[in-house]
Protein backbone atom coordinates (compact mmCIF):
# COMPACT_ATOMS: atom_id res chain seq x y z
CA UNK A 1 0.00 0.00 0.00
CA UNK A 2 1.23 3.38 -0.95
CA UNK A 3 2.45 5.74 1.98
CA UNK A 4 -0.10 8.80 2.49
CA UNK A 5 -3.05 10.50 4.08
CA UNK A 6 -6.64 10.25 3.53
CA UNK A 7 -8.99 11.77 5.76
CA UNK A 8 -12.16 9.79 5.34
CA UNK A 9 -15.69 10.50 4.92
CA UNK A 10 -19.05 8.83 4.93
CA UNK A 11 -22.76 9.90 3.90
CA UNK A 12 -25.03 7.83 4.51
CA UNK A 13 -27.84 9.33 1.71
CA UNK A 14 -27.06 11.45 -0.92
CA UNK A 15 -29.52 14.48 0.30
CA UNK A 16 -28.79 14.81 3.62
CA UNK A 17 -24.84 15.46 2.73
CA UNK A 18 -24.51 19.04 3.52
CA UNK A 19 -24.44 21.40 0.80
CA UNK A 20 -20.72 21.85 -0.40
CA UNK A 21 -19.23 18.99 1.58
CA UNK A 22 -17.23 17.59 -1.13
CA UNK A 23 -15.93 21.31 -2.23
CA UNK A 24 -12.41 20.33 -3.24
CA UNK A 25 -12.25 17.01 -1.75
CA UNK A 26 -12.89 13.42 -4.26
CA UNK A 27 -16.16 12.11 -3.97
CA UNK A 28 -17.01 8.91 -4.61
CA UNK A 29 -20.49 8.22 -5.70
CA UNK A 30 -21.70 4.62 -4.48
CA UNK A 31 -25.10 3.09 -5.89
CA UNK A 32 -24.91 -0.79 -5.87
CA UNK A 33 -27.86 -1.93 -6.36
CA UNK A 34 -27.17 -0.75 -9.79
CA UNK A 35 -25.97 2.36 -10.86
CA UNK A 36 -22.67 2.63 -10.09
CA UNK A 37 -21.86 -1.65 -10.86
CA UNK A 38 -24.22 -0.79 -14.25
CA UNK A 39 -21.77 2.04 -15.08
CA UNK A 40 -18.78 0.66 -14.16
CA UNK A 41 -19.37 -2.57 -15.86
CA UNK A 42 -20.25 -0.21 -18.99
CA UNK A 43 -17.07 0.96 -19.41
CA UNK A 44 -15.11 -2.59 -18.49
CA UNK A 45 -17.28 -3.77 -21.36
CA UNK A 46 -15.55 -0.97 -23.80
CA UNK A 47 -18.52 1.58 -23.82
CA UNK A 48 -16.90 4.82 -24.95
CA UNK A 49 -18.68 7.06 -22.42
CA UNK A 50 -21.20 7.36 -19.89
CA UNK A 51 -23.22 10.28 -19.59
CA UNK A 52 -25.65 10.48 -16.36
CA UNK A 53 -28.49 12.52 -16.79
CA UNK A 54 -31.08 13.78 -14.12
CA UNK A 55 -34.26 13.14 -15.83
CA UNK A 56 -35.45 10.65 -18.47
CA UNK A 57 -36.33 13.48 -20.98
CA UNK A 58 -33.16 15.44 -20.64
CA UNK A 59 -31.81 11.51 -20.94
CA UNK A 60 -33.08 11.40 -24.64
CA UNK A 61 -32.31 14.85 -24.78
CA UNK A 62 -28.56 14.10 -25.08
CA UNK A 63 -29.07 10.96 -26.56
CA UNK A 64 -30.40 13.20 -29.76
CA UNK A 65 -27.62 15.45 -29.19
CA UNK A 66 -24.94 12.49 -29.39
CA UNK A 67 -23.40 11.16 -32.47
CA UNK A 68 -25.70 7.99 -33.60
CA UNK A 69 -25.44 5.18 -32.38
CA UNK A 70 -25.59 6.46 -29.04
CA UNK A 71 -27.56 4.03 -26.29
CA UNK A 72 -30.02 4.99 -24.03
CA UNK A 73 -29.68 3.25 -20.63
CA UNK A 74 -31.33 3.67 -17.03
CA UNK A 75 -34.84 2.95 -15.24
CA UNK A 76 -37.63 4.26 -13.54
CA UNK A 77 -39.46 2.01 -10.97
CA UNK A 78 -36.19 -0.49 -11.80
CA UNK A 79 -37.41 -1.06 -14.86
CA UNK A 80 -36.28 0.61 -18.36
CA UNK A 81 -38.40 3.44 -19.92
CA UNK A 82 -40.43 3.38 -22.81
CA UNK A 83 -38.13 3.59 -25.98
CA UNK A 84 -34.91 2.93 -23.84
CA UNK A 85 -31.94 0.13 -25.44
CA UNK A 86 -30.93 -0.96 -22.04
CA UNK A 87 -32.25 -1.02 -18.31
CA UNK A 88 -30.24 -0.75 -15.18
CA UNK A 89 -29.07 -3.99 -14.56
CA UNK A 90 -25.00 -4.56 -15.06
CA UNK A 91 -26.18 -8.05 -16.98
CA UNK A 92 -27.26 -5.77 -20.04
CA UNK A 93 -23.87 -3.99 -20.35
CA UNK A 94 -21.84 -6.66 -22.33
CA UNK A 95 -19.32 -6.15 -24.69
CA UNK A 96 -21.65 -6.65 -27.50
CA UNK A 97 -24.42 -4.95 -26.38
CA UNK A 98 -22.09 -1.67 -25.62
CA UNK A 99 -19.03 -1.86 -26.64
CA UNK A 100 -18.07 1.60 -28.55
CA UNK A 101 -21.09 2.97 -27.68
CA UNK A 102 -21.21 6.35 -26.25
CA UNK A 103 -24.50 5.50 -23.33
CA UNK A 104 -26.80 8.24 -21.56
CA UNK A 105 -27.85 7.05 -18.44
CA UNK A 106 -30.75 8.24 -16.10
CA UNK A 107 -32.01 6.42 -12.83
CA UNK A 108 -33.45 7.36 -9.81
CA UNK A 109 -30.94 7.30 -6.91
CA UNK A 110 -27.52 6.91 -8.59
CA UNK A 111 -27.49 9.87 -11.04
CA UNK A 112 -28.72 12.21 -8.47
CA UNK A 113 -26.16 11.13 -6.24
CA UNK A 114 -24.04 12.37 -8.66
CA UNK A 115 -25.41 15.84 -8.98
CA UNK A 116 -24.55 16.27 -5.50
CA UNK A 117 -21.37 15.49 -5.81
CA UNK A 118 -20.27 18.27 -8.83
CA UNK A 119 -18.02 20.74 -6.60
CA UNK A 120 -15.77 18.14 -5.75
CA UNK A 121 -12.67 18.41 -7.31
CA UNK A 122 -12.91 14.66 -8.36
CA UNK A 123 -15.77 12.28 -8.67
CA UNK A 124 -15.50 8.64 -9.48
CA UNK A 125 -17.78 5.91 -9.58
CA UNK A 126 -17.48 3.19 -7.54
CA UNK A 127 -19.00 -0.15 -6.39
CA UNK A 128 -18.43 -3.82 -4.89
CA UNK A 129 -17.06 -4.91 -8.39
CA UNK A 130 -14.46 -2.18 -8.55
CA UNK A 131 -13.55 -1.98 -4.98
CA UNK A 132 -9.93 -2.69 -5.56
CA UNK A 133 -9.38 -0.04 -8.57
CA UNK A 134 -11.00 2.49 -6.83
CA UNK A 135 -8.71 1.51 -3.64
CA UNK A 136 -5.69 1.98 -5.49
CA UNK A 137 -7.07 5.53 -7.44
CA UNK A 138 -7.47 6.65 -4.11
CA UNK A 139 -4.03 5.79 -2.52
CA UNK A 140 -2.52 7.28 -5.59
CA UNK A 141 -4.41 10.58 -4.68
CA UNK A 142 -3.25 9.96 -0.65
CA UNK A 143 -0.01 10.27 -1.80
CA UNK A 144 0.33 13.59 -2.17
CA UNK A 145 2.32 15.60 0.83
CA UNK A 146 -0.67 17.26 2.24
CA UNK A 147 -4.04 15.17 3.32
CA UNK A 148 -6.65 14.39 1.16
CA UNK A 149 -10.20 14.38 2.01
CA UNK A 150 -12.62 11.54 0.33
CA UNK A 151 -16.50 11.83 0.61
CA UNK A 152 -17.93 8.32 0.15
CA UNK A 153 -21.76 9.08 -1.19
CA UNK A 154 -23.82 6.78 -0.53
CA UNK A 155 -27.25 7.28 -2.69
CA UNK A 156 -29.58 4.94 -0.86
CA UNK A 157 -32.72 3.86 -1.89
CA UNK A 158 -35.72 6.06 -3.04
CA UNK A 159 -34.75 8.37 0.02
CA UNK A 160 -33.59 6.07 2.36
CA UNK A 161 -30.98 4.07 3.50
CA UNK A 162 -30.10 0.58 1.84
CA UNK A 163 -27.37 -0.85 3.65
CA UNK A 164 -25.80 -2.24 0.23
CA UNK A 165 -24.17 0.92 -0.36
CA UNK A 166 -22.52 1.24 3.30
CA UNK A 167 -21.38 -2.27 2.58
CA UNK A 168 -19.79 -0.94 -0.59
CA UNK A 169 -18.27 2.48 1.41
CA UNK A 170 -17.22 -0.22 3.93
CA UNK A 171 -15.25 -2.40 1.32
CA UNK A 172 -13.54 0.59 -0.45
CA UNK A 173 -12.28 1.62 3.33
CA UNK A 174 -11.32 -1.53 3.75
CA UNK A 175 -9.07 -2.24 0.67
CA UNK A 176 -7.56 1.42 0.95
CA UNK A 177 -7.21 2.74 4.40
CA UNK A 178 -3.67 3.31 5.46
CA UNK A 179 -2.39 3.45 9.02
CA UNK A 180 -1.88 7.26 8.97
CA UNK A 181 -5.71 8.23 7.53
CA UNK A 182 -8.37 9.52 9.80
CA UNK A 183 -12.17 7.43 9.85
CA UNK A 184 -14.95 9.10 10.92
CA UNK A 185 -17.61 7.67 12.73
CA UNK A 186 -19.79 6.65 9.25
CA UNK A 187 -16.98 5.34 7.73
CA UNK A 188 -15.72 2.82 10.74
CA UNK A 189 -18.75 1.83 10.98
CA UNK A 190 -19.26 0.79 7.06
CA UNK A 191 -16.05 -1.24 7.10
CA UNK A 192 -17.13 -2.69 10.41
CA UNK A 193 -20.63 -3.86 8.68
CA UNK A 194 -18.40 -5.00 5.54
CA UNK A 195 -15.98 -7.29 7.92
CA UNK A 196 -19.00 -8.82 9.35
CA UNK A 197 -20.47 -9.92 6.53
CA UNK A 198 -17.42 -11.32 4.72
CA UNK A 199 -16.27 -13.14 7.78
CA UNK A 200 -17.16 -15.71 7.23
CA UNK A 201 -15.98 -17.11 4.51
CA UNK A 202 -17.44 -16.85 0.50
CA UNK A 203 -17.85 -13.30 0.76
CA UNK A 204 -19.98 -12.68 -2.42
CA UNK A 205 -22.33 -15.14 -1.87
CA UNK A 206 -22.63 -13.46 2.29
CA UNK A 207 -22.50 -9.86 0.16
CA UNK A 208 -25.41 -10.99 -2.10
CA UNK A 209 -27.71 -12.41 0.42
CA UNK A 210 -27.12 -9.30 2.43
CA UNK A 211 -28.56 -7.39 -0.20
CA UNK A 212 -31.84 -9.27 0.23
CA UNK A 213 -32.65 -7.97 3.54
CA UNK A 214 -31.79 -4.13 1.86
CA UNK A 215 -34.11 -1.72 0.30
CA UNK A 216 -32.56 -1.70 -2.66
CA UNK A 217 -32.56 -5.58 -2.82
CA UNK A 218 -36.14 -6.29 -1.68
CA UNK A 219 -37.03 -3.78 -4.65
CA UNK A 220 -35.33 -5.79 -7.41
CA UNK A 221 -36.61 -9.57 -6.15
CA UNK A 222 -39.88 -8.18 -5.81
CA UNK A 223 -39.54 -7.32 -9.53
CA UNK A 224 -37.98 -10.60 -10.60
CA UNK A 225 -34.59 -9.47 -10.89
CA UNK A 226 -32.23 -11.51 -8.20
CA UNK A 227 -29.60 -11.96 -10.46
CA UNK A 228 -28.94 -8.14 -10.08
CA UNK A 229 -27.70 -8.94 -6.60
CA UNK A 230 -25.17 -11.65 -7.39
CA UNK A 231 -23.91 -9.66 -10.23
CA UNK A 232 -22.91 -6.58 -8.19
CA UNK A 233 -21.68 -8.91 -4.78
CA UNK A 234 -18.76 -10.05 -7.59
CA UNK A 235 -16.07 -8.31 -5.45
CA UNK A 236 -12.99 -7.07 -7.69
CA UNK A 237 -14.32 -8.42 -11.10
CA UNK A 238 -14.16 -4.54 -12.45
CA UNK A 239 -10.93 -2.80 -13.29
CA UNK A 240 -12.14 0.62 -14.37
CA UNK A 241 -12.94 3.67 -12.20
CA UNK A 242 -15.13 5.37 -14.20
CA UNK A 243 -14.15 9.38 -13.70
CA UNK A 244 -16.48 12.76 -14.13
CA UNK A 245 -14.92 14.61 -16.87
CA UNK A 246 -17.53 17.40 -17.57
CA UNK A 247 -20.78 16.33 -18.49
CA UNK A 248 -19.42 12.56 -19.13
CA UNK A 249 -17.83 9.03 -17.41
CA UNK A 250 -15.04 7.64 -18.75
CA UNK A 251 -12.48 4.95 -17.20
CA UNK A 252 -9.61 6.73 -15.38
CA UNK A 253 -6.47 7.26 -17.05
CA UNK A 254 -4.17 6.69 -13.85
Do not use: K
Amino acid sequence: MLAGMIDWHCHDLAPRMPPGAAAGAIAVVIDVLRASTSIATALESGATAVWPTPSVAAARATRDRLPAGTLLGGERGGLPPAGFDLGNSPLDYTPARVGGHAVVVTTTNGTAALAACRDARDVVIGALVNRAAVAAFLRRRGAAPDRVAVHLVCAGTDGAVSGEDVLGAGAIVDAAAGPADRLDAASSAARAAFRRVVAAGAPEAALADAFRDTPGGANLIALGMQRDLAAAARLDAVAVVPHLVGDRLVAAAD
